[in-house]
C-alpha cells in the first residue's frame, strides 16, 4: 500500500488499491505446477497381491416356533401338540448336530407355569437358544377389530 507518489504532489489519502501483480505470478506459478504434477497422480503401480480364501457363511440355524395360547394349547411350528410331544421333539431335536433357535411366542394371558414347563424341557434338551417373539404394542392394538 502507497502512501504517496513520484510526481511531486502530496497527497492527502492513502492509496487503498491493491497490488494484483504479485497474486497474478503466485497463481501462474500454482497453475503450472499442477500442470506439471497431475499427470504424475495418475500413474498407476502394479501389485500381485495375494488371492485369499475366506471361509463360507456361517449357516443360519434351524428355528422352531413354539406358540401358547390363552388356554396354555402348545402349537409346534404352527400344528397343535401335547406338552409331552413338545418335550419328546425339543429331546430329538437337542440330539441333532446343530442345535436349532426356539421362537417362543406366548399370548398375554397365557399363565407362567406352562412357558416355565416348555422353557425347562429345552433346557433340559440342551437348547440353549430361547428367542420371545413378542408383537409392538400399536400392532397388536390395529390388529383387533
Known amino acids: 500500500m502507497a502512501f504517496g507518489g ?8 492513502p492509496m487503498a488499491d491493491i497490488n494484483m ?14 500442470i506439471i504434477t497431475a499427470p504424475l497422480f495418475t500413474h498407476a503401480i502394479r501389485l ?10 456361517r449357516q443360519t440355524p434351524q428355528t422352531i416356533t413354539l406358540a401358547i395360547d390363552d ?5 409346534w411350528n404352527g400344528k397343535p ?15 441333532s448336530g446343530e442345535p436349532p433357535e426356539i421362537h417362543l411366542r406366548a399370548s398375554r394371558a397365557t399363565r407362567y407355569d406352562i412357558i416355565a414347563q416348555v ?10 437358544r430361547i428367542g420371545f417373539v413378542t408383537e ?5 392394538a390395529s390388529a383387533k377389530p
Open 6 to 13: 513520484f510526481d511531486g504532489k502530496q497527497q492527502t489519502a
Open 21 to 34: 501483480t504479485p497474486l497474478i505470478d503466485v497463481m501462474l506459478v500454482l497453475l503450472v505446477i499442477f
Open 48 to 57: 500381485d497381491l495375494p488371492k485369499v480364501a475366506s471361509a463360507p457363511a
Open 71 to 75: 388356554a396354555g394349547r402348545l402349537y
Open 81 to 95: 401338540s401335547t406338552l409331552d410331544a413338545v418335550r419328546a421333539s425339543l429331546m430329538a431335536a437337542g440330539k
Open 119 to 128: 422353557m425347562g424341557a429345552a433346557q433340559a434338551a440342551g437348547l440353549e
Open 136 to 140: 409392538p404394542p400399536a400392532a397388536a
